[in-house]
Protein backbone atom coordinates (compact mmCIF):
# COMPACT_ATOMS: atom_id res chain seq x y z
CA UNK A 1 0.00 0.00 0.00
CA UNK A 2 1.49 3.41 -0.59
CA UNK A 3 2.67 6.02 1.77
CA UNK A 4 2.14 9.52 1.33
CA UNK A 5 4.21 12.28 3.21
CA UNK A 6 2.35 15.47 4.20
CA UNK A 7 3.71 18.74 5.78
CA UNK A 8 1.73 20.81 8.38
CA UNK A 9 2.37 24.85 7.84
CA UNK A 10 0.59 25.92 11.00
CA UNK A 11 2.69 23.08 13.54
CA UNK A 12 5.40 22.61 10.99
CA UNK A 13 5.21 18.35 11.60
CA UNK A 14 5.48 16.38 8.84
CA UNK A 15 3.39 13.13 9.20
CA UNK A 16 2.99 9.82 6.68
CA UNK A 17 -0.37 8.25 5.53
CA UNK A 18 -0.68 4.87 4.35
CA UNK A 19 -3.55 4.28 1.82
CA UNK A 20 -4.83 2.88 -1.70
CA UNK A 21 -4.72 4.88 -4.66
CA UNK A 22 -7.87 4.74 -4.94
CA UNK A 23 -8.69 6.53 -1.48
CA UNK A 24 -5.86 8.99 -2.09
CA UNK A 25 -7.84 10.12 -5.10
CA UNK A 26 -11.02 10.58 -3.32
CA UNK A 27 -9.16 12.13 0.04
CA UNK A 28 -6.19 13.70 -1.16
CA UNK A 29 -7.30 17.32 -0.43
CA UNK A 30 -8.79 16.36 3.05
CA UNK A 31 -5.93 15.28 4.98
CA UNK A 32 -5.81 16.15 8.65
CA UNK A 33 -2.77 16.73 10.74
CA UNK A 34 -2.53 14.38 13.49
CA UNK A 35 -0.50 17.12 15.85
CA UNK A 36 -2.78 19.72 15.95
CA UNK A 37 -5.85 18.61 13.74
CA UNK A 38 -5.44 21.22 11.01
CA UNK A 39 -6.07 20.47 7.27
CA UNK A 40 -3.85 23.41 6.35
CA UNK A 41 -1.39 20.55 4.95
CA UNK A 42 0.69 19.90 1.38
CA UNK A 43 2.31 16.50 0.24
CA UNK A 44 5.54 16.70 0.37
CA UNK A 45 7.91 13.87 -2.17
CA UNK A 46 9.49 11.36 -0.24
CA UNK A 47 11.84 8.15 -1.03
CA UNK A 48 10.83 5.64 -3.67
CA UNK A 49 11.45 2.13 -2.82
CA UNK A 50 12.20 -0.29 -5.91
CA UNK A 51 12.47 -3.97 -5.59
CA UNK A 52 13.28 -5.73 -8.55
CA UNK A 53 13.97 -9.16 -9.14
CA UNK A 54 17.94 -10.54 -9.13
CA UNK A 55 17.79 -12.41 -12.33
CA UNK A 56 20.87 -14.91 -12.61
Do not use: H, W
Not at 19 to 30: A, G, H, Q, T, V
Not at 31 to 45: A, D, M, W, Y
Amino acid sequence: MPMYDYFCKDCDSVFTVSMRLSDYEKNKDLQKCPGCGSFNVIRTISAVEVQTSKKS
